[in-house]
């Protein structure tokens, strides 16, 4: 091989090392720059994710303080009723009663489609609950006060589990579980009547303070 032809072997050879060295770069470059565009893809979701997250936890606290404080209302009026003198209830006292009960119900119904069914479900046997005493289908007396206290106590329970139900990143503290209302349907409410769901749980009640003594 000649002089002239080693040299142009070696520009050859110099020509091809420069090209390999631009072209890894530019390589580099595009899987840097497709790096940067899946990470800011992800970081970007998981911001959405934790978005959607806080604003699901602010309704559904908003919702739960709103239900606590009507329920809390229901089970005041509960309380005057059950200490009321015997005899009929005064007029004003059950259309306050009545008036709450519908305020409760509403919003219940408002805020449903942020909860699960089988919470909606739970809410509405406390409806029924207070629903047997608006009507008129039973008669309150002191002695129903601290089953009143416990129905509370289950209200408080399945509220706190609601407000952290389907979120992936924390879990409900609760635990154990207070007294629970009769898990009836819709339809056996409707055959058997409100008083009798009223007074089922009122009697499971009454087994439930026995055995948990």
Not at 36 to 48: G, H, T
Not at 65 to 93: F, I, V, Y
Not at 135 to 163: M, Q
Request: net charge neutral.
């Amino acid at each position: 091989m000649t002089l002239e032809e080693e040299r142009l072997k070696i520009r050859y050879e110099h020509k091809l090392h420069v090209w390999r060295i631009v072209i890894e770069k530019a390589l580099l470059g595009l899987l840097i720059g497709i790096g940067a565009l899946v990470a800011d893809m992800v970081i970007e979701n998981y911001k959405s994710d934790l978005s959607r997250e806080k604003f699901l936890l602010e309704s559904r606290l908003t919702a739960l303080q709103a239900l606590r404080a009507s329920c809390s209302m229901l089970n005041d009026r509960a309380r005057c009723l059950a200490h009321k003198e015997q005899g009929t209830p005064g007029e004003e006292l059950l259309a306050m009663y009545n008036a709450d009960l519908v305020k409760f119900t509403h919003l219940a119904n408002t805020w449903s489609i942020l909860f699960s069914s089988r919470f909606n479900e739970a809410i509405r046997r406390h409806v029924w609950t207070h629903q047997a005493i608006a009507e008129g289908s039973c008669k309150v007396n002191p002695k129903h006060w601290p089953f009143f206290c416990d129905v509370g106590g289950n209200f408080s329970h399945i509220t706190r589990e609601a407000l952290w139900e389907k979120t992936p990143r924390v879990r409900s503290p609760i635990q154990g579980g207070p007294f629970e209302l009769e898990p009836w349907s819709v339809e056996e409410v409707n055959e058997k009547g409100i008083n009798a769901f009223f007074e089922a749980n009122l009697d499971k009640w009454q087994r439930w303070k026995t055995t948990a003594k």
